[in-house]
């Protein structure tokens, strides 16, 4: 499954192609009260190009979470460089979607509100108006359009983030466990458009999972993170042939 999907998403010419690398990247937090710190990762090298699904896995706290929120721009490395096709990541950028554990929702917006809101502020409403509703028809939640997030039960508010994402096309789509809360049936359903989304773009997909079948039925390339005896990250990435 992995070799036929990678394939397809290497149509994407390689002089085109974007790249995103970590270079020798370390991040620690300091520990509010102490003079300690929490190294959460150290050395790490990563890249990652168009037409790859790059799926990490590993035990909690090894630091999956924040190489997402690290190439997301939302926080900054305390050394080393993460850069997107020689630029650096210095913040923030729609290029760059992230879909998180939980749902990020603006309370103050109805469903069909928040799936719009990206759309609406690049003044390209108009232009998505039938993907929207196709996005809405496949979360199930075209009957729910006028509904605000409180009253959507988790998974419907999970699938309403990831689909505000999946509406932008973000050139690299960055997942944080954002099928976990789903029930079986749709959670196959939407690992099958997250791979047709990444077939049709050829953009390249970094997602973190717990879930070793996922890991494997959508990944081209299967990173596993590792404590060592340090507690620093190590990274070990496998090809999926």
């Not at 939302?74 to 749902?103: A, C, H, W, Y």
């Not at 508010?157 to 960055?174: C, D, G, K, S, Y």
């Not at 099958?192 to 039925?217: C, F, K, P």
């Amino acid at each position: 499954m992995g070799s036929a999907l990678a394939g397809r998403g290497g149509a994407v010419m390689a002089a085109d192609r974007n790249v995103l690398e970590l270079h020798k990247v370390y991040k620690g937090f300091a520990r509010i009260g102490t003079d300690d710190v929490t190294h959460a990762l150290e050395d790490i090298n990563l890249t990652v190009t168009d037409g790859e699904f790059v799926s990490v896995v590993g035990p909690s706290g090894c630091g999956k979470s924040t190489i997402l929120r690290l190439v997301a721009g939302l926080i900054v490395p305390t050394s080393g460089t993460l850069t997107l096709n020689g630029d650096p990541i210095t913040g923030p950028d729609p290029e760059r979607g992230m879909v998180f554990q939980k749902p990020t929702l603006f309370p103050w917006l109805t469903v069909e509100q928040n799936l719009n809101f990206s759309p609406r502020m690049m003044k390209r409403k108009d232009a998505l108006k039938e993907e929207a509703e196709r996005l809405l028809e496949l979360a199930g939640l075209t009957e729910f359009r006028d509904d605000f997030p409180h009253q959507l039960s988790g998974g419907m508010a999970q699938r309403l983030a990831l689909i505000r994402t999946m509406i932008n096309n973000p050139r690299v789509f960055l997942l944080d466990e954002p099928l976990g809360a789903l029930d079986a049936f749709t959670r196959m359903n939407m690992q099958d458009e997250l791979l047709n989304l990444w077939q049709r773009s050829g953009h390249m997909m970094l997602m973190v999972t717990h879930d070793i079948d996922e890991a494997l039925y959508l990944g081209t390339r299967v990173v596993v993170m590792a404590r060592s005896e340090e507690h620093t990250s190590e990274l070990q990435s496998h090809e999926l042939i």
